[in-house]
């Protein structure tokens, strides 16, 4: 088999993504991923709002930090257009899961266990936030978590919301 013949195997398969890293102002790339609820939610149907993506996974103690403080904002902000999306990157859903019965929020939690998203959203930290503008472009990428980057959350999320 021909190398092209591997490359467009992997291409409809999904598993070839560019090697380029997201930048601000590219649209954001589709997906649909099942809910903690068991829901499917796909981001193109949450065009017409403003949407941050938080990767996180359960072994990573700031994201365990950072998830009651983004709920707070998912619950302040939801009124007014934003949809937050909290996506586990564990291989195990289970343990996605033990800290979810500890930490609790009411944001829709999604489940990436393969790694196909956050390979797509070039995902290299954890947590990993992606603001979304309402027409579907990306407009900021935060990565890590410290004390206090919720004020920086709250500005880019009021500045999108405004537009």
């Given amino acids: 088999m021909s190398i092209f013949s591997y490359i467009k195997k992997f291409a409809v398969l999904g598993l070839v993504f560019s090697s380029s890293a997201l930048f601000a102002a590219d649209a954001a790339p589709d997906f649909t991923l099942k809910s903690s609820t068991g829901e499917n939610i796909r981001l193109a149907e949450q065009r017409g709002q403003v949407v941050m993506l938080n990767f996180w996974a359960s072994w990573c103690g700031p994201c365990r930090e950072e998830m009651p403080l983004l709920d707070k904002l998912s619950v302040k902000y939801g009124k007014m257009g934003v949809v937050l999306l909290g996506i586990n990157t564990d291989q195990d859903i289970a343990e996605a899961k033990k800290v979810l019965e500890k930490v609790k929020v009411t944001y829709p939690i999604l489940f990436d266990p393969d ?33 206090g980057d919720e004020e920086k959350y709250t500005k880019q999320l009021k500045e999108l919301i405004s537009e």
Avoid at 133 to 147: A, N, T
Wanted: glycine share 6%.
């Fill in 115 to 147: 790694s196909k998203l956050s390979t797509l959203y070039n995902v290299d930290s954890m947590p990993y936030s992606v603001f979304i503008d309402k027409k579907g472009q990306i407009r900021h990428i935060h990565k890590g978590y410290v004390l």
